[in-house]
DNA sequence: TATTGTTATACTCTATAACTATA
DNA sequence: TATAGTTATAGAGTATAACAATA
């Protein structure tokens, strides 16, 4: 088990340590980023985020949160009630729906989007620019590795 | 919002982005192992995380994963009717209880973690141990300074 | 009076299983 | 037959408010 992203880290931090106090701390400020504007939870932020340059069916939601398409219903009525998504019937298979972003889903998912690029920016504060980009670059190679190998997962980017 | 961790990375990720993405990584891949392994929510492995090194009441745990006392109170509920926790009577102040890992609990935290870090170790085999080294300590200093930051939250390693 | 913990209540989120409409 | 989506159901997780016991 990592340590607790927020006692005070000891002077020196495993890697494992470092990277999942990371991760709590960065998915933490999201969750309280998107709480405190505008009451949204962690998975609704999500579902706003990747609507934001898709729309996707039920299922091809479901693919890329991955959840059951069970739960994903009920994720979009919930998000529905608050007027931040729409269900259109889809022309091609009459058994789909496609769900895209309502104009005030997308202002708010734009709004929380640059709050927490301002809430990371801040974190990064004491940082160099150039290590910022070192940290990134290192970052960018972890990810595109993984993505590589299980890309299987979701390249679904064109969903319906 | 951040674009999703799962779907391919673009050649050139931002900092925010990158950021994001991997904490989404990480965190998942905690939530994965945990569940996989013995069916533990992601709470549930923090708890056990915290109580690796710790023996704090209901109101110091609330304070250390950041929920309401009556949130904590389900949750070490849950725990306890699985033998992974236990509850014993603070003698010095009556009101209070101690919450302890039992040995088994203590097994499980051992065995979660050890996965875990294993899981990382793959996830980071793309870097170089020195890059594995700079990574570790811009994180380092990112949450040191973070924690210096906003240290009045949780410093209660020693919590009764 | 203030604090600790529990309980009642309500809501979000999640999965499984059963169902319908369409393919 | 198979797939897309919904619904019923059950449970974890969360917060607020009210409460009993202790400080």
Redesign the interface.
Known sequence: ?????????PP?????D???????????T?ERRAAADHGFSLVQ??L???L?DRQPTINGLAR?L?LDKSSVSGLVDRAQRRGLVTRTPSTADRRSVLVSLTPEGRAL??E??GR??AD??T?????TPS??????G??????????AAH?V???A?TDH
């Open positions: 088990m990592p340590s607790q992203p927020t006692a005070t880290p020196q931090l495993t890697t494992v470092a990277l999942a106090q990371t991760a709590f701390l960065i998915q933490g999201l932020t999500r706003l985020g990747v934001r890329l991955g998912a734009t929380v989007a927490f690029a990371v920016a974190i990064l504060g004491p940082l290590e910022r980009a070192t940290l990134t290192l970052l960018s190679r972890v990810l595109v590795a993984h993505a890309g997962d979701l390249l980017t």
